[in-house]
């Protein structure tokens, strides 16, 4: 990968920074609990790893052929969510070498962000609880803008606020929606392919593909 002319980088950060699956469907079965149906299998595999709170638990309910609350699928999401946040403050691990990485990022005069589909506050949650939370500039969440991605608008409204061009970035992600993302800003998509995401991230341009931090290229020519 040739990083020149990269001012910024920009991560999505279920799957892509913390590898959050087991919190996450543990929370699931929580909701589940909480609406009166059984829990989840321990080995059970989230249908959707990519969307909003609602879209998660939604996907939920019609994967186990459940009803939608009458409640409606916002506060089916606010209660997944309310279950995520009493989840183990370490129990979202970061992928191998994550810190390391971020760290000579950073060292290099690299602007760092995360553009997460997760609620603005547990974002900022997770990242403290990972001891990344001071690498980043900016965190923005599926609230910060008022539109989740894969619409472009988080991803531009992060380099905004780090007042970088979509041309000097790259955004690191694990699924499609990341990658339609980075695609419809015009900014160039790295894909992190041990994370969430299927090959459906195929279909979209990419810079780079790895799987693991610590065979990642250092970022030491970004600013040449």
């Given at each position: ?10 991560f ?55 009803p ?8 089916l ?37 995360v553009?997460t ?68 800003a ?20 990419r ?18």
């Amino acid at each position: 990968m040739d990083w020149t002319g990269v001012r910024a980088m920009v991560f999505d950060m279920d799957g892509t920074l913390l590898n959050t699956e087991h919190a996450i469907v543990t929370a699931a079965s929580q909701t589940l609990v909480q609406l009166g149906h059984a829990p989840l299998p321990a080995d059970y595999r989230m249908p959707n790893m990519f969307g909003t709170a609602a879209d998660l638990m939604a996907d939920v309910l019609k994967e186990r052929q459940l009803p939608m609350p009458q409640a409606g699928k916002a506060q089916l999401g606010q209660w997944f969510e309310h279950h995520y946040a009493e989840q183990p403050p370490h129990g979202a691990p970061l992928y191998a070498g994550v810190r390391a990485w971020l760290q000579a990022a950073r060292d290099q005069g690299l602007a760092l962000a995360v553009c997460t589909n997760k609620q603005h506050a547990l974002a900022l949650q997770g990242l403290e609880a990972a001891g990344i939370l001071d690498l980043f500039q900016v965190v923005t969440g599926r609230d910060s803008c008022g539109v989740a991605k894969p619409a472009p608008d988080p991803l531009l409204f992060t380099l905004g606020h780090l007042h970088v061009p979509p041309h000097e970035a790259v955004f690191f992600g694990d699924t499609h929606a990341d990658a339609a993302c980075a695609q419809a800003a015009g900014v160039r998509f790295a894909w992190f392919t041990a994370g969430f995401g299927t090959d459906l991230v195929r279909q979209y341009p990419r810079v780079l593909d790895f799987a693991d931090y610590r065979g990642l290229p250092l970022p030491t020519a970004a600013l040449a």
